[in-house]
């Protein structure tokens, strides 16, 4: 008969009772402190089993086991499963190998896979031990725990359902920004492209918080520059709409290229190629580069030949000729009508002027591919020889030496499709061949020294016509808030792009300009050279140096919840003039101020499942002549656009006539 004690026992603890695997007897667990939830497998019991066997068969010869026979079975592992996981959360890594080496295989594969209760601890957002030191960023445990066998890319499980979401635990060292925890989960076999939901990747996080380190670290180790998300976004969409200059940078100098057949024989390593799909064109001739390492002719003759073949011939009023939409392709139809209208750009990239800028031998370019594709593009829509233009080799030899995502017919971003172009044109007529790369050490003493300074060093890194006419120099200044200590900062950027808010219904451009433009207290503290030691300080920026040529990116596309939602506020823009004198530093000495517009690109609908088109001032008219551009579709409308727009997403604005002639 069982004893008054044990029935005590079993009625208080039922609901932690199961069955022993040899069918013996009912064993009944007492409440642990720390609750731990059991699931029920073979596994746990074998392991009781194969550990206690001496209890075990006593028990199945006893006919009454009594609660003290089950004590004797669990009491020991129980002790040491509490110890392991107070070890884990106290991050006593010392403690915790000791603790692991007295442990068997089996105890030790049981405790790196087992769930604690949220509702006793707080396990709210980390329920296994894996976790549980992740989320408390404790990185000598994480590389203990997956040294001995812990699942690297185990999903996040928390809630007291148990609610399993597809965050990792490399996205959550990412979302701690946490360079030395993704360094030691990457080195355990983390898959650097396992995220979260909504297909958030690691490296799309690192992107939208501004990681450089993180970012460079994920994709020097395999991470996918054009893995997108649920919502077709990718880490550079990502960086370009948080005007990450330096990512964005970064992330075109590491793509790679697989060379098309026609320079098989010399493949040349270019930084941000991919291998090209399929296209729906038929493939390009070989390109021969006659002993130079520079294709631009035969890519010229082939495209020129090809794209005249594929589009009708029919007398038009120069530089009214539209593009063809040849699935999807608007947002590339409606970032390139305005550079084919743009003032200088238009003549460095006609063949006679742009053969002698294109650098065969810079290693970072297209060999003159694109270049020469682009300019055999440019000289049919100047030539009043056709309606529209069918640019099906343009975009083949896009894929081939630029991106491959941009030409799978599917919808994408108008910007970040004039950001690769720019770069690729700016590459490979890049005056440089061999980088000398410097860091920026300036003080407020003597910007005018300091800019002519950076301005010479810049040119020994990277130079080109193409950014000589963007190219947009801004000035950072970090101000300690102790000691009034500055630290000067030259930034170089070939589109301004602006933050739009949603707590309004309109706004106008020029406010824009003064949220971007106006201090700010910086979030992380300083770490000031004079009082050596972190401190608080704030950041002003202004411009330096304007460009020939200003493009105003409208960030119209903000991640929210892992989703892209586009912002459709009301945008009141500069037409006849735009004043940049207010945001411009005291001390510059560049007062050429005043821009004029003369071209937009503009974005209806959602990210999706909207279309692009594109107005330009007709760059040889006399009399600033609009014309609007929907694709092939081409409609002379006289007057500007509306100055105020919920679908201008680019502004592009040149300096006024008189001043740009002085500088040109």
Request: proline share 4%; aromatic share 10%; net charge negative.
């Amino acid at each position: 008969m069982e004893d008054e004690d044990a029935m005590k026992w079993r009625k208080m603890n039922c609901r932690n009772a199961f069955i022993c695997p040899v069918g013996i007897a009912t064993i009944h667990f007492p409440p642990f402190h720390c609750v731990f939830v059991f699931h029920f497998t073979i596994i746990v019991l074998s392991l009781i089993h194969r550990h206690c066997s001496t209890a075990l068969i006593r028990m199945a010869d006893a006919e009454h086991p009594t609660a003290a026979d089950a004590a004797v079975v669990v009491d020991n592992f129980e002790t040491r499963a509490r110890r392991f996981f107070d070890l884990v959360n106290d991050g006593n890594i010392q403690q915790l190998r000791v603790l692991i080496d007295a442990l068997d295989a089996d105890e030790l594969n049981i405790l790196l896979r087992w769930m604690v209760d949220p509702v006793e601890r707080d396990y709210i957002r980390s329920r296994s031990a894996l976790w549980s030191a992740v989320f408390r960023q404790h990185t000598d445990i994480v590389d203990l725990l997956l040294e001995k066998g812990a699942d690297p890319n185990e999903p996040m499980i928390f809630g007291e359902n148990d609610q399993r979401t597809n965050m990792t635990p490399l996205y959550s060292a990412v979302l701690h920004a946490n360079l030395e925890l993704c360094i030691v989960l990457i080195e355990r076999g983390a898959n650097v492209d396992l995220g979260s939901d909504f297909g958030i990747t690691p490296l799309m996080l690192a992107c939208d918080r501004s990681q450089t380190e993180i970012v460079t670290f994920l994709v020097e180790n395999g991470a996918n520059l054009d893995l997108g998300s649920d919502s077709a976004i990718t880490p550079l969409m990502i960086a370009c709409d948080r005007s990450q200059t330096e990512i964005v940078a970064f992330a075109i100098g590491q793509r790679t290229y697989s060379s098309s057949s026609a320079a098989a024989s010399s493949p040349v390593p270019f930084h941000h190629r991919k291998q090209a799909k399929d296209t729906h064109q038929q493939p390009a001739q070989p390109l021969t580069d006659h002993g130079t390492g520079n294709f631009f002719l035969s890519a010229y003759a082939t495209s020129e030949q090809r794209i005249a073949s594929d589009s009708e011939w029919k007398k038009t009023p120069i530089g009214q000729t539209g593009l063809y939409n040849m699935g999807n392709t608007c947002f590339m139809n409606s970032a390139l009508q305005p550079l084919f209208h743009t003032p200088g750009f238009s003549q460095l990239f006609q063949e006679k002027s742009a053969q002698r800028f294109v650098n065969g031998n810079n290693s970072f370019g297209t060999n003159g591919v694109i270049s020469g594709s682009f300019s055999a593009l440019i000289d049919l829509i100047w030539s009043g020889k056709f309606n529209a233009l069918r640019p099906g080799i343009f975009l083949e030899f896009f894929a081939r030496r630029v991106n491959t995502e941009m030409a799978d017919r599917q919808q994408h971003d108008a910007q970040e499709f004039q950001l690769y172009l720019l770069d690729a044109l700016h590459e490979d007529t890049n005056r440089v061949n061999k980088r000398q790369s410097f860091e920026q050490n300036y003080d407020d003493t003597d910007l005018g020294a300091s800019a002519s300074d950076f301005n010479e060093r810049s040119k020994l890194f990277s130079s080109s016509p193409v950014n000589d006419l963007f190219n947009l120099t801004n000035i950072s200044v970090v101000q300690c808030s102790t000691c009034n200590t500055k630290s000067v900062r030259f930034e170089v950027v070939n589109q301004l792009s602006l933050e739009l808010p949603t707590n309004t219904d309109c706004l106008t451009l020029k406010d824009c300009l003064e949220a971007h433009f106006s201090s700010a207290s910086l979030e992380d503290k300083w770490d000031c050279p004079k009082c050596k030691s972190k401190q608080p300080a704030t950041r002003s920026t202004k411009i330096w140096e304007i460009p020939k040529v200003l493009i105003v990116h409208l960030k119209r596309f903000s991640l929210i919840d892992g989703h892209y939602v586009k912002n459709d506020v009301e945008v009141t823009f500069d037409v006849a003039e735009l004043d940049l004198a207010p945001f411009l530093h005291e001390k510059s000495t560049h007062h050429n101020a005043a821009l004029s517009l003369y071209g937009i690109t503009d974005h209806s609908g959602r990210l999706n499942s909207g279309h692009y088109t594109s107005s330009v001032i007709n760059l040889i008219s006399t009399d600033r002549e609009w014309l609007s551009f929907d694709d092939e579709s081409c409609i002379p409308c006289g007057t500007a656009p509306s100055p105020t727009s919920k679908r201008a997403f680019l502004l592009y604005y040149k300096q006024n006539d008189q001043q740009q002639q002085q500088q040109m």
